[in-house]
């Protein structure tokens, strides 16, 4: 079952999971930790088993491997937002999952593991490391937030660095240091994520690809293919069946799907 909140981060969202389980029957129900996470342009501070890790942004499909009965919770950092809480580059994370020992050093992960471990509430007390961490490194540069939102409405990468202020080079130093990748992969992703949203309300194929910006629905395919690893109809199934298996609405495309 996987359920989310915003958080009082702003731009975050608060969720939680648990893989799902064999079915009665003898033939196991694909459950939605088995969907693969797609590329959304966020990063996640994770809890699960009496450890932090932090989910890096990804450039492809990340296949989880969760058995069943794991349980998760996560912090889902906005686009850009991450960087300057955890202290590092979102390159230095792309397409990865660490530990958060490996970036805070095993004293303080261990302190902070322990006091989630503790918490009546553990999902809460997740939410409240990443408070007192984004309130440690101060507010978010407003620049990247612009960036994000021109490239989401289908703005081109010169206009966001014009809503930005930023020359293009620097736009692209930033975007590497804030993002994980360059502003034509950010738009990229945003994009994908445009269409699938489109796909999951039900919107033929060929108009979620022109309302999202692709050229055409063999742009958006190839765009699935090469972001996502499947084809759309694979993806339409996949969420479909994670959301009968759950008993819930299907799940969102992104890292908060990372068990």
Not at 54 to 74: F, K, L, N, Q
Not at 141 to 152: I, K, N, S
């Given at each position: 079952?996987?359920?989310?909140?915003?958080?009082?981060?702003?731009?975050?969202?608060?969720?939680?999971?648990?893989?799902?389980?064999?079915?009665?029957?003898?033939?196991?129900?694909?459950?939605?930790?088995?969907?693969?996470?797609?590329?959304?342009?966020?990063?996640?501070?994770?809890?699960?088993?009496?450890?932090?890790?932090?989910?890096?942004?990804?450039t492809r499909a990340h296949r989880p491997g969760s058995p069943p009965g794991t349980a998760w919770a996560g912090v889902r950092f906005a686009p850009g937002a991450a960087p300057g809480?955890?202290?590092?580059?979102?390159?230095?994370?792309?397409?990865?999952?660490?530990?958060?020992?490996?970036?805070?050093?095993?004293?303080?992960?261990?302190?902070?593991?322990?006091?989630?471990a503790g918490a009546g509430d553990q999902l809460a007390e997740l939410e409240a490391v990443a408070l007192w961490r984004a309130d440690a490194a101060g507010p978010a540069d407003p620049r990247l937030a612009a960036v994000v939102r021109h490239l989401d409405a289908g703005g081109t990468v010169a206009g966001a660095a014009d809503a930005a202020g930023l020359g293009a080079r620097q736009l692209h130093r930033r975007s590497l240091d804030a993002f994980g990748y360059g502003p034509k992969t950010l738009a990229r992703i945003l994009r994908l994520q445009r269409a699938l949203a489109l796909v999951r309300r039900g919107v033929p194929y060929a108009a979620a690809a022109l309302r999202a910006g692709c050229a055409d629905q063999a742009h958006l395919a190839r765009e699935m293919r090469a972001l996502a690893g499947m084809t759309l109809g694979d993806y339409e199934a996949s969420d479909s069946v994670g959301a009968s298996a759950n008993s819930e609405t299907p799940l969102p495309s992104g890292s908060s799907t990372t068990a």
């Amino acid at each position: 079952m996987y359920e989310e909140r915003p958080s009082l981060l702003d731009g975050a969202v608060v969720w939680s999971r648990t893989t799902g389980a064999p079915s009665g029957t003898g033939s196991r129900v694909p459950s939605a930790s088995e969907q693969p996470v797609l590329p959304d342009g966020c990063m996640d501070l994770l809890w699960s088993g009496g450890r932090l890790l932090v989910a890096g942004p990804d450039t492809r499909a990340h296949r989880p491997g969760s058995p069943p009965g794991t349980a998760w919770a996560g912090v889902r950092f906005a686009p850009g937002a991450a960087p300057g809480y955890l202290g590092v580059p979102a390159h230095e994370l792309r397409d990865q999952r660490v530990g958060l020992a490996d970036l805070w050093g095993d004293a303080e992960a261990r302190r902070l593991a322990e006091r989630i471990a503790g918490a009546g509430d553990q999902l809460a007390e997740l939410e409240a490391v990443a408070l007192w961490r984004a309130d440690a490194a101060g507010p978010a540069d407003p620049r990247l937030a612009a960036v994000v939102r021109h490239l989401d409405a289908g703005g081109t990468v010169a206009g966001a660095a014009d809503a930005a202020g930023l020359g293009a080079r620097q736009l692209h130093r930033r975007s590497l240091d804030a993002f994980g990748y360059g502003p034509k992969t950010l738009a990229r992703i945003l994009r994908l994520q445009r269409a699938l949203a489109l796909v999951r309300r039900g919107v033929p194929y060929a108009a979620a690809a022109l309302r999202a910006g692709c050229a055409d629905q063999a742009h958006l395919a190839r765009e699935m293919r090469a972001l996502a690893g499947m084809t759309l109809g694979d993806y339409e199934a996949s969420d479909s069946v994670g959301a009968s298996a759950n008993s819930e609405t299907p799940l969102p495309s992104g890292s908060s799907t990372t068990a």
